[in-house]
């Protein structure tokens, strides 16, 4: 119990000297008005980013027509459909960095808590795992579950939960020595609740800043695979798929680049402040 309410306390002290990093929370705050616009945003307009309007067919700028970014070769709205990539680009990302570190944490955790021949197998796994090529997994789960979403999400996810498993197993096999873990085990506390209660808990600092990297990572994992064609398909949008259509017809019309872009390259930047600032708060020697 001790043990936990020191850590209660650590981790409150370090939220405060967090929150005190002005551009970490200036990101936050822009990170969250794009989510925003990107959910909610879309509902404000009487069409869809699938809907072609033939009578704006490739329209430009114009802030005085319906179309306020204008439209694309086929008559769709360019601001819509970049919006709505946002709302499947943002939800791959976030639910994605969320599966793999809640895998990755209890992988490593019970890993590391276990030690001995249990750890070796489980981190020989990790390892065989790493192996795998990245494109070459992401095409063979698309032909075992159809293409699609489903198979872009279970790729992402089954490469980068590795990751926070080494990071955590690390953590917490140093954590199954502390004393407050041994008088657990004498109170007949079974080991599944020492790793939820205690291991996992004590590796929230490491958990927390190494997710705030894994959201970006995950967020440009989907993007770049969507500009190659494998992840996302038309006519759903995803701000990889935008940004390859843009980057085709770049040189007639970069304002299909543009916006999907600068959004993308916009929240990167918060996610990396934000990251940053977490790091800076949670680093010991930084006092």
């Known amino acids: 119990m001790a043990a936990d309410t020191v850590a209660r306390s650590t981790l409150a002290l370090q939220f405060a000297r967090f929150r005190r990093n002005r551009l ?153 020595r502390r004393e407050f873990v041994e008088a657990a085990r004498a109170g007949g506390m079974t080991s599944t609740a020492i790793v939820l209660r205690h291991i996992v808990p004590n590796c929230a600092s490491v958990v927390i800043v190494y997710g705030s990297l894994l959201v970006p990572e995950v967020i440009l994992s989907e993007s770049f695979l969507s500009f190659l064609g494998i992840g996302i398909k038309e006519p759903q949008a995803s701000w990889g798929n935008l940004i390859q259509t843009g980057t085709s017809a770049m040189s007639t019309d970069l304002r299909l680049l543009l916006l999907p872009g600068a959004l993308l390259v916009a929240v990167l930047l918060c996610l990396n402040f934000i990251a940053d600032g977490l790091r800076d708060a949670f680093d010991p020697n930084d006092r």
């Open 24 to 176: 970490a929370i200036v990101s936050i705050w822009l990170l969250a008005l794009i989510v925003a616009a990107c959910f909610l945003g879309p509902y404000a307009f009487p069409f869809t980013g699938e809907d072609a309007d033939f009578d704006f067919i490739g329209a430009p700028i114009d802030f005085t027509s319906p179309h306020l970014f204008g439209t694309d070769d086929f008559g769709r709205d360019l601001l819509v459909r970049t919006l709505e990539g946002g709302r499947v680009s943002l939800t791959i990302g976030f639910l994605g960095a969320f599966v793999a570190g809640v895998i990755g944490v209890l992988y490593g955790a019970v890993a590391g808590f276990a030690g001995g021949r249990t750890d070796s197998l489980m981190m020989r796994l990790v390892e065989v795992l790493y192996g795998f090529p990245y494109v070459i997994l992401v095409i063979l789960l698309s032909l075992l579950f159809g293409g699609g979403n489903t198979a872009l999400f279970a790729a992402i996810v089954f490469t980068l939960w590795l990751t926070p498993a080494v990071i955590v197993r690390s953590q917490a096999e140093g954590l199954a």
